[in-house]
């Protein structure tokens, strides 16, 4: 590889930019993670709402308000669910576009502009890779990963939002089974 000793201090950004992918991917990594444990919850309501509708439904047949206040709450955590799941496959698959500023072909990191080339002309573009290339395609990768990550956080949040939403409805439902209880007794 060329040598490329003009700035010193070069090594030091690319250990850092390392460091900062490492650190992103570790979140990427987190929301993906949660992305998974609130597909289970959402998943698991939705089932329990469909298969036991009808028994959900019969304890809280005591007058026809309180059966047609319990869909409502049965259809808002179902309605919940649906808006938390739509973005929990926005955190899965966060549909950014590359940045139009580095053509994905001049990338020795990007998975794509790796996987177009074939393995000579990938093996010749890394034989004449100088440090300021390796600089370069690292700020551009972590600038990538922080746009994928801002995506990905915001979905989940917003899917986060949407389940606590949903526990609401939960809690509220509860709340009327409890006062229709106090008042038949």
Same mark, same amino acid.
């Given at each position: 590889? &060329?040598?490329?000793?003009?700035?010193?201090?070069?090594?030091?950004?690319?250990?850092?930019?390392?460091?900062? *992918?490492?650190?992103?991917? $570790?979140?990427?990594?987190?929301?993906?993670?949660?992305?998974?444990?609130? @597909?289970?919850?959402?998943?698991?309501?939705? +089932?329990? %709402?469909? @298969?036991?509708?009808?028994?959900? @439904?019969? %304890?809280?047949?005591?007058?026809?308000?309180?059966?047609?206040?319990? %869909? $409502?709450?049965?259809?808002?955590?179902?309605?919940?669910?649906? *808006?938390?799941?739509?973005?929990?496959?926005?955190?899965? #698959?966060?549909?950014?576009?590359? &940045?139009?500023?580095?053509?994905?072909?001049?990338?020795?990191?990007?998975?794509?502009?790796?996987?177009?080339?074939? &393995?000579?002309?990938?093996?010749?573009?890394?034989?004449?890779?100088?440090?300021?290339?390796?600089?370069?395609?690292?700020? #551009?990768?972590?600038?990538? @990963?922080?746009?994928?990550?801002?995506?990905?956080?915001? #979905? +989940?949040?917003?899917?986060?939002?949407?389940?606590?939403?949903?526990?609401?409805? *939960?809690?509220?439902?509860?709340?009327?089974?409890?006062?229709?209880?106090?008042?038949?007794?």
């Amino acid at each position: 590889m &060329p040598t490329d000793n003009n700035n010193p201090n070069r090594q030091v950004k690319i250990d850092f930019l390392f460091k900062v *992918i490492e650190r992103f991917d $570790f979140y990427i990594n987190s929301t993906n993670a949660k992305a998974s444990a609130i @597909m289970a919850w959402n998943g698991i309501l939705i +089932v329990i %709402a469909f @298969m036991k509708f009808e028994a959900l @439904m019969g %304890a809280f047949e005591t007058n026809d308000w309180s059966v047609g206040l319990a %869909a $409502f709450l049965v259809l808002g955590v179902v309605s919940c669910c649906a *808006i938390s799941l739509y973005y929990v496959f926005r955190v899965i #698959n966060p549909f950014v576009k590359h &940045p139009e500023s580095m053509a994905s072909a001049d990338s020795y990191i990007f998975f794509r502009a790796v996987a177009d080339l074939s &393995p000579q002309v990938y093996s010749e573009k890394i034989d004449g890779l100088m440090r300021e290339d390796i600089l370069t395609d690292l700020i #551009n990768q972590s600038h990538a @990963m922080a746009r994928i990550l801002n995506i990905k956080m915001a #979905n +989940v949040t917003r899917s986060l939002v949407a389940v606590f939403i949903g526990v609401v409805f *939960i809690l509220l439902a509860i709340v009327l089974k409890a006062v229709l209880i106090y008042f038949s007794l």
